[in-house]
């Protein structure tokens, strides 16, 4: 199959032209490994490879609704006994490990194809994909630019071509910023829909979920119904959605009301980010939603500390598990990771704790503002796709890090605010997807504008408690209304 015809089909249609006897299998499985050894080169999407693998799968009988089509799995979590993850991290290179998730087990009994595992940044610590142990993953659309983070090297497998749909995970916007920055759709559903098993009972208190990112949203809804439901090792039971998300594609949203804000504490956002929303508010309206200005309805300066609190302590944690793990030193983590984690060792449990509730009242914040309106609408990015490079640590704090933490002088890190300075440059541009993690709700980015120098610059709405199927059925409206699939990067 050449690339022309692999291109212009979803996962969706790739499975159905095997079902009909119309494809193989390994056809597919070439023309992706084609693909990837045509462009992998100028992106970095793709860290490690399985194609002896992959191509012994594909001669095996394969079912389920995505039965023979290509698959790249993140490199973070997402474990396979095949093919470990390494974390987006040096300490991993080499890590040996049997277990296979219940999420990457679920894939694969939906008929996927793995080949190999994509791009991530030191355990998905940044918005931008730039790990010293694989070098940064480059965006389609511009490859002086980044494609976000964390799932930033399976977007640009996605925008490039290599696959239609690739698995993604979101613990503060991991799904939605690279599809944002790659002209992709990304779905994050609620606490608990996904199963985390067996390494974990749940990710980050259930704020980090597995998932995907694709060109279209039935893809999307098809590989996420895949995976959703309770693990029976699982801490807890989630109510599933009503129905499959996959049937709520061609089911009409209804008339919704949306309220829209661009307001964040760390800066104002770029005006194509602004322009991004006010396009998204037009087009809603178009399709005979009512659509309105409103405030926040959280305390986003609190929200972004309570955030990054959050993070320090649990970066302290994965460094502690990969070095129980594999016995790397702490050299062999990167130093902006470290230095993160050295504040987080600063937090007390009562502190932690405290932030914990927090989290809570955003909740119920954020549950008062979903019993006046159907969804929230903000800019998925603060800016443009930004360049590479362009949230390196300068030199000076480098150094004074480097003290620091040969000082053991986390609490003086903590106090001295410089630390939480370069953590809160990284999320100034990502301001706005951190909200659906601490709450636990579902949220989406969706690409429906594109800068005039044409960059993507995805949209995001948030949706209620169980929420998932209002957010496929009105993705699903203004993919009808503005198609995006069939736009290719210049690559």
């Known amino acids: 199959m050449h690339y022309g015809e692999y291109r212009k089909h979803d996962g969706v249609a790739l499975a159905e032209l095997v079902r009909q006897g ?3 299998p390994g056809e597919l499985v070439e023309a992706a490994i084609s693909r990837a050894a045509a462009v992998n080169g100028r992106i970095n999407a793709i860290t490690a490879t399985v194609h002896d693998h992959a191509r012994d799968r594909a001669q095996q009988s394969l079912a389920g609704p995505l039965a023979g089509v290509p698959f790249l799995l993140k490199d973070l979590n997402q474990e396979w006994a095949t093919l470990p993850p390494s974390g987006g991290s040096r300490s991993g290179a080499g890590r040996r490990s049997h277990t ?4 990457t087990q679920r894939w694969l009994e939906a008929g996927l194809v793995v080949f190999g595992r994509t791009n991530s940044p030191e355990f998905g610590a940044k918005p931008i994909t730039e790990p010293a142990a694989f070098g940064s993953s480059r965006n389609p659309w511009d490859p002086t630019r980044t494609p976000g983070g964390s799932s930033g090297g399976a977007a640009a497998a996605v925008a490039a071509g290599i696959v239609p749909v690739a698995a993604a995970s979101d613990g503060g916007g991991s799904i939605r910023i690279p599809a944002a920055n790659c002209g992709l759709f990304g779905l994050k559903v609620g606490r608990g829909l996904t199963p985390a098993g067996p390494e974990r009972g749940e990710s ?5 979920v597995d998932g995907v990112v694709s060109r279209s949203v039935r893809d999307t809804a098809v590989a996420l119904d895949a995976i959703m439901g309770a693990d029976p090792a699982g801490p807890y039971v989630c109510a599933p959605p009503e129905r499959p998300l996959a049937h709520e594609v061609e089911r009409e949203p209804g008339r919704l009301r949306i309220g829209f804000t661009a307001e964040s504490a760390l800066g104002a956002p770029h005006p194509s980010a602004v322009e991004a929303m006010h396009d998204a508010v037009e087009l809603l309206r178009a399709q005979g939603h009512d659509v309105e200005p409103v405030p926040s309805p959280v305390d986003l300066a609190q929200l972004a500390q309570d ?17 129980a793990a594999t016995g790397a030193t702490q050299e062999r983590f990167e130093l902006d990771t470290r230095l993160l984690a050295a504040v987080g060792r600063s937090i007390s449990g009562p502190e932690y704790l405290a932030t914990i509730e927090r989290w809570h009242r ?8 979903h019993d006046r309106y159907d969804l929230l609408l903000t800019p998925s990015l603060a800016s443009p796709p930004l360049k590479i490079g362009e949230l390196e640590t300068p030199p000076a704090l480098r150094r004074a890090g480097q003290v620091a933490l040969a000082l053991r002088a986390g ?19 990502v301001p706005y ?12 980015s969706v690409p429906l504008y594109w800068t005039p120098d044409g960059l993507p610059l995805g949209v995001q709405l948030v949706g209620p408690l169980a929420g998932e199927g209002l957010l496929v059925r009105l993705a699903a409206q203004l993919e009808r209304a503005r198609p995006w699939a069939d736009r290719e990067p210049p690559l």
């Open 204 to 208: 980050w208190h259930g704020a980090a």
């Open 100 to 103: 296979t998730s219940v999420v």
């Open 22 to 24: 119309e494809a193989s």
């Open 411 to 429: 609490g003086l890190l903590r106090r001295s605010g410089v630390t939480d300075r370069v953590a809160r440059e990284n999320l100034r541009h």
């Open 362 to 369: 955003f909740t119920r914040a954020l549950a008062a503002f």
């Open 433 to 444: 997807t951190q909200l659906a993690n601490l709450t636990g709700r579902p949220a989406m």
């Open 307 to 323: 955030f990054l609190q959050g993070w320090s302590v649990k970066l302290a944690a994965s460094i502690d598990e990969m070095v």
